[in-house]
Structure formats: structure tokens, C-alpha cells
């Protein structure tokens, strides 16, 4: 997260715009100078002080979502890599899966990361995803494409009745380029 795209937006030119039209009021009402300097000054500082704030949340959430996705993916291939002395393509193609509860549905978020040095052209991936019993919940055919070397992404959100506690995945098809 760069502190500098908080505060250095296109969205603060929604700020400048208000402040505009707060100047442009105040000139209209016949306000003394000293008072349509003061009242424009307030209002821009106002103005871009909220729209630093909600960008610096959205821009929080967003980073929080990507150290979370970053973090599960490493936990997968630490897993993959103790598991295995040598390491194919495809088990550097990791996936992971993430869930969650939000008012009642059970949201899992299905994350792809490319640990190899090779780019994956495309792939075709089968992913099925089992409750706490063992029960398949769902499965799903995932089309994957353009995945640079250590590039990282959310690849799904998949809506379900019961929490997800186990995923399975085979990679059915998958071209790489050098």
C-alpha cells in the first residue's frame, strides 16, 4: 500500500469541485472577501480531508484483502513443498481457498498463485470444495489464464449453504510459455 495514493487521488478532485461550488456560492451570496477566502479555504480542507479518509479505508481493505490472499497461498505451497521433494509445474501453480460467513451464506474466496518461472498460458481447473463432514459440496470448472511468473490472484467468489472445511483440486489442462 503507497501512502501516496491516499492522498494524491483522482478522487480528491471531487474535493476541488465542491470547493468550487462552495466558493462560487459564497461570491453569489455577496460575501465580504475575508469570508469567501476563509469559507473556500474550510470547505476544501473539509472536503478532501473526507475524501482522504474513504479512499484510505477502501485502500486498507483492499491491501488487507491482498496480505490475506498472499498469506494463505504461501501457507498452500510451504504445505506442497514438505509434502514433495520435487516440485512439478503444476504443483508451483498453487491454489487456495479462503472461507468465510456473511449473513448466513458462506462465501469462499478461491485463490490461484504462479510460483513457478514459467507463464501460465491457460489452464482449465477442476475444483471441488467439501463441508466439515466430507461432503462434496460444489464442484466447479475454473478457466485460468495469463498467469505471470509470481503473479498472485482471486480467482472465484463462490456462494454456499455450509462452510467449506476441505478443497480438492486437479489441474485438467494447463499450457505454460517460457
Given at each position: 500500500?503507497?501512502?501516496?495514493?491516499?492522498f494524491?487521488?483522482?478522487w480528491?478532485?471531487i474535493?476541488?469541485?465542491?470547493t468550487?461550488?462552495a466558493?462560487?456560492?459564497?461570491?453569489?451570496?455577496?460575501?465580504?472577501?475575508?469570508?469567501?477566502?476563509?469559507?473556500?479555504?474550510?470547505?476544501?480542507?473539509?472536503?478532501?480531508?473526507?475524501?482522504v479518509?474513504?479512499n484510505?479505508?477502501?485502500?486498507?481493505e483492499?491491501f488487507?484483502?491482498?496480505q490475506?490472499m498472499?498469506?494463505?497461498l504461501?501457507?498452500?505451497?510451504e504445505t506442497?513443498?514438505q509434502?514433495?521433494?520435487?516440485?512439478?509445474?503444476?504443483?508451483?501453480?498453487?491454489?487456495?481457498?479462503?472461507?468465510?460467513?456473511?449473513?448466513?451464506?458462506?462465501?469462499?474466496?478461491?485463490y490461484?498463485?504462479?510460483?513457478?518461472?514459467?507463464?501460465?498460458?491457460?489452464?482449465?481447473?477442476?475444483l471441488?470444495?467439501?463441508?466439515?463432514?466430507?461432503?462434496?459440496?460444489?464442484?466447479e470448472?475454473?478457466?485460468v489464464?495469463?498467469?505471470?511468473?509470481g503473479?498472485?490472484?482471486?480467482?472465484?467468489?463462490?456462494?454456499?449453504?455450509?462452510k467449506i472445511e476441505?478443497?480438492?483440486?486437479?489441474?485438467?489442462t494447463?499450457?505454460?510459455?517460457?
Open positions: 500500500m503507497n501512502i501516496t495514493s491516499i494524491i487521488t483522482p480528491a478532485s474535493a476541488l469541485v465542491l468550487v461550488v466558493a462560487v456560492s459564497l461570491i453569489l451570496g455577496k460575501y465580504d472577501r475575508k469570508t469567501i477566502l476563509s469559507g473556500t479555504l474550510k470547505a476544501f480542507l473539509s472536503f478532501y480531508a473526507i475524501t479518509f474513504v484510505g479505508v477502501i485502500q486498507y483492499s488487507s484483502a491482498e490475506h498472499n498469506e494463505i504461501d501457507r498452500q505451497f506442497i513443498q509434502q514433495k521433494s520435487k516440485l512439478s509445474t503444476a504443483d508451483q501453480l498453487v491454489i487456495a481457498v479462503s472461507s468465510g460467513n456473511d449473513d448466513g451464506d458462506y462465501i469462499s474466496e478461491v490461484v498463485g504462479n510460483y513457478s518461472q514459467q507463464h501460465l498460458a491457460s489452464g482449465k481447473l477442476n471441488m470444495l467439501y463441508n466439515k463432514d466430507g461432503n462434496k459440496v460444489i464442484s470448472t475454473i478457466e489464464t495469463d498467469l505471470k511468473p503473479e498472485r490472484r482471486k480467482l472465484k467468489r463462490i456462494y454456499t449453504d455450509d476441505q478443497f480438492r483440486y486437479r489441474w485438467m494447463y499450457k505454460t510459455a517460457s
